[in-house]
């Protein structure tokens, strides 16, 4: 039998999870507020699609997607890189406050994941349908985009919180100009800062260009600098490419920018998540055709970030 690429972590998750799940939360409580008003009316039917749903639970073994073997030798902390998936449960609760969604799509890779969290989230009674689907959540995210063009009145809040960088930009611009609202966890500091190196190139620039929707050298030239070093005694002056300072908050303008060429609305000051050390690590943005819905969620970010 093949050696089983999962790891184990008992408790694993930090402040910057809470925060993360916090927020989520009460947009979707906004969401729901406003779009029970107008759903009967509109004969709207709407749907919660998690592409990374996860194992639902913290306290055990969850079978983990394989994308950091991608970055060979590189050295990664899996506390900042390991993400909870505990938005599930959050959401389902809500029914017990006011009417959900008429559907609830959660997509995982692993079946051992989905069998899990179907057995957690059992408890929960929802007039929703719940529907559980294995695969890639790019693949999904594309029959997705496909159904909602041919059901307009189908209206989605969409979380996509990957484990790192397996969202492609065509994911994105598949459901782009569908009544999608999107939430979508950004790993500016905890990967792809990483791939942005030093010494003046990228590193795996195909998988920069497929997250960023950019050729290399557009994401080269966003990213490095040439400068001139001072010439001493024993050297004549010259030119050195650097990395630009704040790389990270450059790489969270850089995806806005990019979701901004998309959608019509995006949070102009994303959510920030700081790992135990203070550094950021990833970036929680929403982007949606209305103004609406980004309005609460920079509010909900801002509160956020004013109470820490």
């Not at 990374?52 to 306290?59: K, M, P, S, T, V």
């Not at 993400?83 to 017990?96: H, S, T």
């Amino acid at each position: 039998m093949a050696k089983s690429n999962t790891t184990q972590h008992k408790g694993w998750g930090g402040d910057w999870t809470e925060e993360k799940l916090d927020c989520f939360e009460k947009y979707v409580r906004a969401y729901l507020t406003i779009m029970n008003k107008h759903r009967d009316k509109f004969n709207w039917k709407l749907m919660y699609f998690d592409g990374f749903a996860g194992c639902g639970d913290r306290q055990i073994t969850c079978e983990e997607n394989t994308s950091v073997s991608l970055f060979g030798d590189e050295e990664f902390d899996t506390k900042e890189l390991q993400v909870y998936q505990g938005a599930a449960e959050r959401v389902l609760k809500i029914e017990k406050d006011m009417r959900g969604f008429d559907y609830y799509y959660f997509i995982d890779m692993y079946e051992e994941n989905l069998t899990h969290l179907e057995l957690k989230l059992a408890q929960y009674q929802t007039k929703g349908k719940k529907v559980y689907r294995r695969g890639d959540a790019n693949s999904w995210i594309l029959e997705l985009a496909s159904y909602l063009r041919s059901h307009p009145k189908t209206k989605v809040l969409c979380l996509l919180d990957p484990f790192g960088m397996n969202i492609q930009w065509k994911s994105i611009e598949a459901i782009a100009g569908t009544g999608v609202d999107l939430w979508i966890l950004v790993p500016t500091g905890s990967i792809v800062n990483r791939l942005i190196q030093n010494n003046g190139k990228l590193r795996y620039p195909d998988k920069l260009e497929d997250f960023f929707g950019l050729p290399a050298q557009a994401i080269s030239d966003r990213f490095y600098r040439e400068e001139e070093i001072p010439s001493d005694l024993f050297s004549n002056e010259h030119k050195e490419v650097r990395k630009v300072k704040n790389v990270i908050h450059e790489i969270a303008q850089l995806y806005n920018e990019q979701l901004g060429n998309l959608f019509e609305y995006v949070t102009s000051k994303p959510l920030t998540l700081l790992n135990s050390k203070g550094v950021p690590i990833f970036h929680f943005v929403c982007a949606s055709f209305n103004l609406t819905a980004v309005k609460i969620a920079q509010q909900i970010f801002a509160k956020k970030q004013s109470n820490r």
